[in-house]
């Protein structure tokens, strides 16, 4: 269950306001503020608690200088996180000294306590598979002792969806009828619909096969991808594809 932090409000001019900490304004102020308005406010909690709250969370707020910020960045880099993960952690923190500046607490200039650029990403990579490689790559999905790898694979070929979005389906998400798929919440927080194929109709009557032979009956508010041990929803299908794919030889 979600606990909501009580708020606490500093009383304006008060001495005290030049010296919270960036943990204390998270934990007082940003948090409360995030469980009322923000979808998923325990992943901001869990990224601060990680990556900031034991090196910049102990330091004044308005002490924490660009140069300050560069070195928290920098410092991530000899934890070898990749460049996409530390500009997440970038964009978190962002997000938090942008508030205590809206509401007053942060009185630095931005220019002067902000993370001064952001890690290069690289070109953007694609990887087009063509027809035999996606044969190959299903058939070892096949050879994986998961029941459902293969057609968790075809899903998303079939119907470009993000492997979330298959990940945490329900039964009750899909209209047959009219062939839509209707994503509730997708990765903008916004619900969105993917018209389905008959191929991928044919790989949802697989995946409801399985899943009956499994034990699990399937209802609109059930996933359709249940783990046969814990009987909860996947977590991930990271580790069942990876063996796949370089088994495959496309380890790209």
């Not at 952001?118 to 190959?136: C, I, N, S, Y």
Request: with cysteine; charged share 25%.
């Amino acid at each position: 269950m979600l606990r909501f932090p009580k708020f606490v409000f500093l009383p304006k001019g008060s001495d005290t306001l030049g010296s919270i900490t960036l943990a204390q304004f998270f934990d007082d102020r940003y948090f409360p503020y995030a469980c009322a308005t923000k979808r998923r406010p325990e992943l901001d909690r869990l990224v601060f608690n990680k990556h900031m709250r034991n090196s910049i969370g102990r330091e004044d707020i308005n002490a924490l200088t660009t140069e300050r910020l560069d070195l928290w960045v920098a410092a991530q880099r000899t934890k070898n996180y990749k460049p996409g993960t530390i500009n997440e952690h970038i964009s978190y923190l962002t997000r938090i000294l942008n508030m205590a500046r809206t509401w007053g607490i942060l009185t630095t200039p931005k220019e002067k306590s902000s993370v001064s650029k952001k890690m290069p990403m690289g070109d953007l990579k694609q990887r087009f598979l063509t027809e035999a490689e996606v044969k190959t790559a299903l058939d070892s999905c096949v050879l994986e002792n998961h029941p459902y790898l293969q057609s968790f694979i075809m899903l998303l070929i079939l119907t470009g969806a993000r492997s979330s979005e298959a990940r945490l389906a329900k039964w009750g998400d899909f209209n047959r009828a009219e062939k839509i798929w209707i994503v509730p919440v997708s990765k903008n927080g916004r619900s969105r619909r993917i018209v389905l194929s008959d191929a991928a109709l044919g790989t949802l009557d697989k995946i409801r096969d399985i899943g009956l032979r499994l034990g699990f009956k399937p209802s609109p508010s059930s996933h359709i991808f249940i783990n046969p041990r814990s009987k909860l929803p996947y977590g991930s299908f990271h580790l069942a594809w990876d063996r796949a794919r370089k088994r495959a030889g496309l380890p790209d």
